[in-house]
T-cell receptor
Framework: NAGVTQTPKFRILKIGQSMTLQCTQD?????MYWYRQDPGMGLKLIYY???????DKGEVPNGYNVSRSTTEDFPLRLELAAPSQTSVYFCASSYSRGGSFGSGTRLTVV | DQQVKQNSPSLSVQEGRISILNCDYT??????FLWYKKYPAEGPTFLIS?????DKNEDGRFTVFLNKSAKHLSLHIVPSQPGDSAVYFC??????????FGTGTSLTVIP
């Protein structure tokens, strides 16, 4: 039981590049979330999903896209990376309210 | 607009003493609250939760108190241990799916 697995752990992107942050959970949780954490700040919700095929925007969705084709996977897509997207990204999953978090992806856009 | 506020960025406590971490919220529709603990380079770990129908929830050394009229909750850790040194986040929710996090309080437990 690996819990929530995020890849990659670190990535440096150039402005305008695109990338996908991967998130997989093996707990059969319906709910999955993507958060970002900026230095000195709390976690802000980017997107979430309540089940396969269903996604919804959180507080800070601009510049991101998600998909949920399976229960296990919830990838986060960054199109046209900008320096403002430099952050640590956390994926989480839960059976009900709350969640188990992955270890994070540290992304730097230069 | 920060709906959940943790006004103390840091806290130092002697081992064995009580640690009290505070959290204030502005949204009166919040009906569920969580506390998470986070070590460096790791994801947050769920610690304890409380529903707005309760004013206290206890789990071992950890107790969360909720004062709805003051829109305030606190996490008590008794006795504090060096392994409790971490950043603690509180979060509130009014829909069940979206949680709003505070900025965190860094707790240091001094041996």
């Amino acid at each position: 039981n690996a819990g929530v697995t995020q890849t990659p752990k670190f990535r440096i992107l150039k402005i305008g590049q695109s990338m996908t942050l991967q998130c997989t959970q093996d707990m059969n949780h319906n709910y999955m979330y993507w958060y970002r954490q900026d230095p000195g700040m709390g976690l802000k919700l980017i997107y979430y999903s309540v089940g396969a095929g269903i996604t919804d925007k959180g507080e800070v969705p601009n510049g991101y896209n998600v998909s949920r084709s399976t229960t296990e996977d919830f990838p986060l897509r960054l199109e046209l990376a900008a320096p403002s997207q430099t952050s640590v990204y956390f994926c989480a999953s839960s059976y009900s309210r709350g969640g188990s978090f992955g270890s994070g992806t540290r992304l730097t856009v230069v | 607009d920060q709906q959940v506020k943790q006004n103390s960025p840091s806290l130092s406590v002697q081992e064995g003493r009580i640690s009290i971490l505070n959290c204030d919220y502005t949204n009166s529709m919040f009906d569920y609250f969580l506390w998470y603990k986070k070590y460096p380079a790791e994801g947050p770990t769920f610690l304890i939760s409380i529903s707005s129908i309760k004013d206290k929830n206890e789990d071992g050394r950890f107790t969360v108190f909720l004062n709805k009229s003051a829109k305030h909750l606190s996490l008590h850790i008794v006795p504090s241990q060096p392994g409790d040194s971490a950043v603690y986040f509180c979060a509130g929710s009014n829909t069940g799916n979206q949680f709003y996090f505070g900025t965190g309080t860094s707790l240091t437990v001094i041996p």
